[in-house]
């Protein structure tokens, strides 16, 4: 029983910190898809650890795009915890069932793996179309209901809206409707707005201003900095598989050349075998 008492302690304080982490200052989160990369993000510096569904799925053999079942994520995702002494907040894509009842479940199994945070997607396929505002205001009250039930009303739910991501409507219309799914998501309990594929300054600037949550948005290559991310009001900035295609790209390119040349010159500035073992032993 002290165990578990010890456990909940932990990660309310974990959720508490995640809180302030978001609030304070500009969070940068580079995403994790395993064990061993979140350890190696956290020593490089993260101060709170986000998960990546499609980095996730990969390292699991599947696609992206909840080809996952819940009970595999959520395993995944308690690794991560497992791994690290940071929040994880953990990308649940669209709560693993369309019914506001999935998400619960996805919800709960989440915080007793011991997460502090998730992302729900209102969208209800790859490339859409998206729940109707009213749908989705239900998923994520469900989701709210569900994290004060299971003893961790402070988890930080971050709405995922796939607008612009899908290029959904008229794209003269877009920003009003982020705008409006926003205002709808913070009454249903939501914490924050997240929207991939929005990267013009101008329009986050915008969008950052009339938002009634705190906007999170989806770095990329060729993309704004994160230093003018922030200075458009961005409070929280991820790479989603970024960092994962990186390493996947950084192990063909080894490969290719052993295979290739014969060559080693791939590996050179790689992280030493001690640097890495030792993250895993605790």
């Given at each position: 029983m002290s165990v578990d008492n010890?456990?909940?302690?932990?990660?309310?304080?974990k959720a508490r910190r995640f809180r302030a982490l978001s609030t304070e200052s500009v969070l940068v989160l580079p995403n994790a898809w395993d064990a061993a990369s979140a350890a190696v993000i956290a020593a490089a510096g993260a101060t709170a650890i986000a998960t990546t569904s499609g980095g996730v799925s990969w390292s699991l053999g599947r696609g992206d795009g909840q080809r996952l079942s819940r009970g595999e994520m959520v395993e995944a995702a308690r690794r991560i915890v497992d791994s690290v002494d940071l929040p994880v907040t953990v990308d649940v894509e669209r709560g693993y069932g369309p019914a506001p009842a999935d998400v619960a479940a996805t919800v709960r199994a989440v915080v007793e793996a011991g997460a502090v945070g998730v992302n729900l997607e209102d969208s209800t396929a790859v490339g859409g179309p998206l729940f109707d505002i009213p749908e989705q205001s239900a998923r994520l009250l469900a989701a709210r209901e569900a994290a004060a039930a299971a003893g961790l009303p402070e988890l930080f739910i971050n709405a995922r809206t796939d607008v612009f991501l899908f290029a959904i409507g008229a794209s003269d219309g877009r920003l009003g409707e982020v705008l409006a799914r926003a205002a709808a998501y913070a009454e249903a309990g939501a914490d924050g707005i997240f929207v991939p594929g929005l990267l013009d300054l101008e329009m986050l600037s915008t969008?950052?201003?009339?938002?009634?949550?705190?906007?999170?948005?989806?770095?990329?290559?060729?993309?704004?900095?994160?230093t003018e991310l922030a200075q458009a009001g961005v409070r929280r900035i991820s790479v989603g598989t970024g960092l994962a295609q990186a390493a996947y790209t950084a192990a063909r390119r080894a490969a290719a050349e052993?295979?290739?040349?014969?060559?080693?010159?791939?590996?050179?500035?790689?992280?030493?075998?001690?640097?890495l073992d030792v993250l895993f032993r605790h």
């Open positions: 010890s456990t909940d302690a932990a990660t309310e304080g969008l950052c201003a009339e938002s009634p949550l705190p906007v999170n948005a989806m770095a990329a290559a060729g993309g704004p900095s994160v052993l295979l290739g040349t014969g060559g080693l010159t791939a590996l050179d500035g790689s992280l030493d075998f001690s640097e």
